[in-house]
Protein backbone atom coordinates (compact mmCIF):
# COMPACT_ATOMS: atom_id res chain seq x y z
CA UNK A 1 0.00 0.00 0.00
CA UNK A 2 1.47 3.22 -0.65
CA UNK A 3 2.25 5.44 2.17
CA UNK A 4 -0.47 8.53 2.50
CA UNK A 5 1.05 11.93 1.36
CA UNK A 6 0.13 14.98 2.80
CA UNK A 7 -0.79 18.05 0.63
CA UNK A 8 1.05 21.31 1.67
CA UNK A 9 -1.81 24.25 2.18
CA UNK A 10 -1.13 26.03 -1.29
CA UNK A 11 -1.10 22.91 -3.12
CA UNK A 12 -4.64 21.57 -1.20
CA UNK A 13 -5.80 24.83 -2.22
CA UNK A 14 -4.57 24.31 -6.20
CA UNK A 15 -5.99 20.85 -6.37
CA UNK A 16 -9.04 22.57 -4.97
CA UNK A 17 -9.52 24.94 -7.59
CA UNK A 18 -8.87 22.62 -10.35
CA UNK A 19 -11.14 19.99 -9.69
CA UNK A 20 -13.72 23.13 -9.23
CA UNK A 21 -12.72 24.85 -12.31
CA UNK A 22 -15.84 24.28 -14.72
CA UNK A 23 -14.48 21.60 -17.26
CA UNK A 24 -13.14 22.48 -21.32
CA UNK A 25 -15.51 21.66 -23.94
CA UNK A 26 -15.82 17.99 -23.93
CA UNK A 27 -14.20 16.56 -27.47
CA UNK A 28 -17.22 14.66 -28.71
CA UNK A 29 -18.78 17.73 -29.43
CA UNK A 30 -17.37 18.52 -32.89
CA UNK A 31 -18.31 21.68 -34.64
CA UNK A 32 -21.20 20.86 -37.46
CA UNK A 33 -19.89 20.75 -41.05
CA UNK A 34 -21.37 23.89 -42.98
CA UNK A 35 -23.77 23.10 -45.89
CA UNK A 36 -26.00 24.46 -48.07
CA UNK A 37 -29.02 23.13 -50.07
CA UNK A 38 -31.84 23.85 -51.89
CA UNK A 39 -35.60 23.53 -50.18
CA UNK A 40 -37.96 21.59 -52.07
CA UNK A 41 -40.87 24.08 -52.23
CA UNK A 42 -39.02 26.91 -51.93
CA UNK A 43 -36.66 28.84 -54.17
CA UNK A 44 -34.26 29.54 -51.37
CA UNK A 45 -31.19 28.28 -50.42
CA UNK A 46 -30.52 27.22 -46.79
CA UNK A 47 -27.12 27.51 -45.56
CA UNK A 48 -26.40 26.51 -42.12
CA UNK A 49 -23.76 29.25 -41.42
CA UNK A 50 -26.92 31.58 -41.29
CA UNK A 51 -27.97 29.95 -38.17
CA UNK A 52 -25.11 30.21 -36.23
CA UNK A 53 -25.19 31.83 -32.81
CA UNK A 54 -29.12 32.65 -33.87
CA UNK A 55 -30.99 29.02 -33.58
CA UNK A 56 -30.60 25.77 -32.43
CA UNK A 57 -30.87 23.59 -35.44
CA UNK A 58 -32.36 20.04 -35.61
CA UNK A 59 -31.47 17.74 -39.00
CA UNK A 60 -33.68 15.31 -39.58
CA UNK A 61 -32.24 13.00 -42.05
CA UNK A 62 -35.52 11.02 -43.47
CA UNK A 63 -37.01 9.72 -46.35
CA UNK A 64 -40.41 8.57 -48.20
CA UNK A 65 -38.81 5.05 -47.80
CA UNK A 66 -38.11 4.76 -44.06
CA UNK A 67 -40.99 3.08 -41.93
CA UNK A 68 -39.61 5.14 -38.76
CA UNK A 69 -39.59 8.02 -40.39
CA UNK A 70 -43.32 7.74 -41.65
CA UNK A 71 -44.35 6.06 -37.79
CA UNK A 72 -42.36 9.62 -36.33
CA UNK A 73 -43.43 12.26 -39.11
CA UNK A 74 -46.03 13.84 -36.60
CA UNK A 75 -43.78 14.18 -33.68
CA UNK A 76 -41.40 15.94 -35.49
CA UNK A 77 -43.81 18.23 -37.25
CA UNK A 78 -45.30 19.11 -33.51
CA UNK A 79 -41.45 19.40 -32.14
CA UNK A 80 -41.30 21.86 -35.10
CA UNK A 81 -44.04 23.62 -34.15
CA UNK A 82 -43.58 23.99 -30.68
CA UNK A 83 -39.97 24.81 -31.24
CA UNK A 84 -39.93 27.17 -33.81
CA UNK A 85 -41.28 29.88 -31.93
CA UNK A 86 -38.18 29.80 -29.51
CA UNK A 87 -35.24 30.35 -31.54
CA UNK A 88 -35.28 26.18 -33.14
CA UNK A 89 -34.77 25.18 -36.51
CA UNK A 90 -36.08 21.90 -37.51
CA UNK A 91 -34.95 20.82 -41.29
CA UNK A 92 -35.81 17.86 -42.98
CA UNK A 93 -33.30 16.63 -45.13
CA UNK A 94 -34.81 13.86 -47.55
CA UNK A 95 -31.50 11.02 -48.42
CA UNK A 96 -32.38 9.37 -51.67
CA UNK A 97 -35.52 10.55 -52.45
CA UNK A 98 -36.55 11.90 -55.40
CA UNK A 99 -37.97 15.69 -55.12
CA UNK A 100 -41.89 14.09 -55.82
CA UNK A 101 -41.73 11.43 -53.47
CA UNK A 102 -40.75 13.73 -50.75
CA UNK A 103 -43.22 16.08 -51.72
CA UNK A 104 -45.87 13.46 -51.63
CA UNK A 105 -44.50 12.12 -48.66
CA UNK A 106 -44.45 15.88 -46.59
CA UNK A 107 -47.96 16.61 -47.75
CA UNK A 108 -49.19 13.16 -46.78
CA UNK A 109 -47.62 13.92 -42.90
CA UNK A 110 -48.93 17.24 -43.38
CA UNK A 111 -44.94 18.55 -42.46
CA UNK A 112 -44.65 22.70 -42.85
CA UNK A 113 -41.03 22.85 -41.24
CA UNK A 114 -38.45 23.18 -44.49
CA UNK A 115 -36.54 20.13 -46.08
CA UNK A 116 -34.02 19.48 -48.84
CA UNK A 117 -33.03 16.75 -50.63
CA UNK A 118 -30.17 14.91 -50.44
CA UNK A 119 -29.28 12.69 -53.23
CA UNK A 120 -26.43 10.39 -52.97
CA UNK A 121 -26.46 11.31 -49.19
CA UNK A 122 -23.94 13.59 -49.46
CA UNK A 123 -24.59 16.02 -46.92
CA UNK A 124 -25.81 13.10 -44.77
CA UNK A 125 -22.71 11.50 -44.51
CA UNK A 126 -20.80 14.26 -43.55
CA UNK A 127 -22.93 14.30 -40.41
CA UNK A 128 -21.94 10.44 -40.01
CA UNK A 129 -25.22 8.85 -41.41
CA UNK A 130 -25.22 5.24 -41.56
CA UNK A 131 -29.13 4.79 -41.92
CA UNK A 132 -32.73 6.78 -42.07
CA UNK A 133 -33.64 8.25 -39.57
CA UNK A 134 -30.74 9.56 -38.65
CA UNK A 135 -31.38 13.22 -36.59
CA UNK A 136 -28.34 15.50 -35.83
CA UNK A 137 -29.18 18.41 -32.83
CA UNK A 138 -26.74 21.41 -33.02
CA UNK A 139 -26.45 24.05 -30.27
CA UNK A 140 -26.28 28.00 -31.52
CA UNK A 141 -22.79 27.52 -31.28
CA UNK A 142 -22.65 25.15 -33.99
CA UNK A 143 -21.60 22.26 -31.91
CA UNK A 144 -23.25 19.03 -32.96
CA UNK A 145 -24.15 18.16 -29.04
CA UNK A 146 -26.42 15.09 -30.57
CA UNK A 147 -26.19 12.23 -33.14
CA UNK A 148 -29.21 9.85 -32.71
CA UNK A 149 -29.10 6.85 -34.91
CA UNK A 150 -32.48 5.73 -35.40
CA UNK A 151 -35.55 6.30 -33.28
CA UNK A 152 -35.75 10.01 -32.24
CA UNK A 153 -39.12 10.95 -30.67
CA UNK A 154 -40.11 14.25 -29.79
CA UNK A 155 -39.85 13.70 -25.86
CA UNK A 156 -36.24 12.74 -26.52
CA UNK A 157 -35.43 15.30 -28.60
CA UNK A 158 -37.21 17.91 -26.64
CA UNK A 159 -34.94 17.01 -23.15
CA UNK A 160 -31.85 17.17 -25.82
CA UNK A 161 -33.38 20.65 -27.19
CA UNK A 162 -34.65 22.53 -23.66
CA UNK A 163 -31.37 23.09 -22.11
CA UNK A 164 -29.76 24.51 -25.11
CA UNK A 165 -32.35 27.19 -25.06
CA UNK A 166 -31.42 28.69 -21.65
CA UNK A 167 -27.60 29.04 -22.95
Not at 28 to 40: E, G, H, K, M, V
Not at 96 to 101: I, K, R, S, Y
Not at 128 to 143: C, H, N, Q, S, W
Request: proline fraction near 7%; hydrophobic fraction near 45%; charge should be positive.
Amino acid sequence: MAPLRVLRPGAALALVLVLAAPAAAAPDTPAAPAFAARLLDEKRTLDSRALIGKKVVVLRFQGSWCKVCTAQAGEIQRLAEKYGPREVEVIGVHVNDTAADARAWRRRYKQTYPAALDPGARIATRFGFKRAPYTVVIDKKGEMVARIDGSADEARLAKIIEPLLTL
